[in-house]
């Protein structure tokens, strides 16, 4: 949980280096809190029985999923940044992703691979043992 904290620290940093367990723990953990929140969501909407009685909290709780999805997206992306900073790629090979079918594998290729042992042009090297 300290990873997720730590990168919804560095809201909106795009300079540095993020280190692949910063990347890997954050996306884990968003990964179970978004399912946690859609589990909810579908399961307050069909306890009536039927769709189109909605009370208050039935309508409430998919707004708190999709503002919690809105929320996390500038964290996220700017992790991503990092992330390719980490392996000596600008943040602009996150456009590889528009090529289809492809262009996620190659990102996760990236995602994967450790970082670069010393000093890159993005910063210093990153230790993924704790945050800070």
Same mark, same amino acid.
């Given at each position: 949980?300290? =990873?997720?904290?730590?990168?919804?620290?560095?809201? !909106?940093?795009?300079? $540095?280096?993020?280190?692949?367990?910063?990347? =890997?723990? +954050?996306?884990?953990?968003? !990964?179970?809190?978004? #399912?946690?929140?859609?589990?909810? *969501?579908?399961?307050?909407?069909?306890?009536?029985?039927?769709?189109?009685?909605?009370?208050?909290?039935?309508?409430?709780?998919?707004?708190?999923? #999709?503002?919690?999805?809105?929320?996390?997206?500038?964290?996220?992306?700017?992790?991503?940044?990092?992330?390719?900073?980490?392996?000596?790629?600008? $943040?602009? +090979?996150?456009?590889?992703?528009?090529?289809? !079918?492809? $262009?996620?594998?190659?990102?996760?290729? !990236?995602? *994967?691979?450790?970082?670069?042992?010393?000093?890159?042009?993005?910063?210093?090297?990153?230790?993924?043992?704790?945050?800070?």
């Amino acid at each position: 949980m300290r =990873w997720y904290i730590y990168a919804l620290k560095k809201y !909106f940093t795009l300079e $540095g280096r993020a280190g692949r367990a910063e990347f =890997w723990y +954050f996306n884990i953990i968003h !990964f179970l809190i978004s #399912i946690l929140l859609f589990m909810v *969501c579908v399961s307050s909407v069909f306890s009536s029985g039927t769709v189109s009685s909605l009370s208050i909290i039935q309508t409430i709780l998919p707004a708190i999923f #999709i503002l919690y999805y809105i929320a996390t997206i500038p964290p996220n992306f700017a992790l991503q940044v990092r992330r390719l900073h980490d392996v000596n790629y600008s $943040g602009w +090979f996150l456009l590889v992703s528009l090529i289809p !079918f492809v $262009g996620i594998f190659i990102l996760l290729i !990236f995602f *994967c691979r450790k970082g670069t042992p010393r000093n890159n042009t993005y910063g210093p090297v990153v230790y993924s043992t704790r945050p800070v």
